[in-house]
């Protein structure tokens, strides 16, 4: 049984910072990849952030230069490191894990508010 809790999410003015924080545990095998995604309501799912196993990253392009994503793998958690935030960037924020072998794994979502 896989699990992943996320951690961090919150009430934030514009310009502000918040640090997200996900951790992996159970049986899991060689990630290959950690990402969060953010879904606000009524908008589509998005790819915020991604980091590779050779640490190599993707940003969504309205993120780039505010966040910042992170990985430890001896203790498989993943921060997701926010600043300069927007109320553009309010949002349920997802964990994800894919292994080597394709498996997804996602967490709960945490919310994340940033007002005017």
């Known amino acids: 049984q896989v699990q992943l809790v996320e951690s961090g999410g919150g009430l934030v003015q514009a310009g502000g910072s918040l640090r997200l924080s996900c951790a992996a545990s159970?049986?899991?095998?060689?990630?290959?990849?950690m990402a969060w995604y953010r879904q606000a309501p009524g908008k589509q799912r998005e790819l915020v952030a991604r980091i590779f196993n050779t640490r190599t990253t993707n940003y969504l392009d309205s993120v780039k230069g505010r966040f910042t994503i992170s990985r430890n793998d001896a203790k498989s958690t993943v921060t997701l490191q926010m600043n300069s935030l927007q109320p553009e960037d309010t949002a349920v924020y997802y964990c994800n894990v894919m292994t080597i072998s394709n498996s997804n794994y996602w967490g709960q979502g945490t919310q994340v508010t940033v007002s005017s």
């Open positions: 159970g049986s899991i095998s060689f990630i290959k990849t």
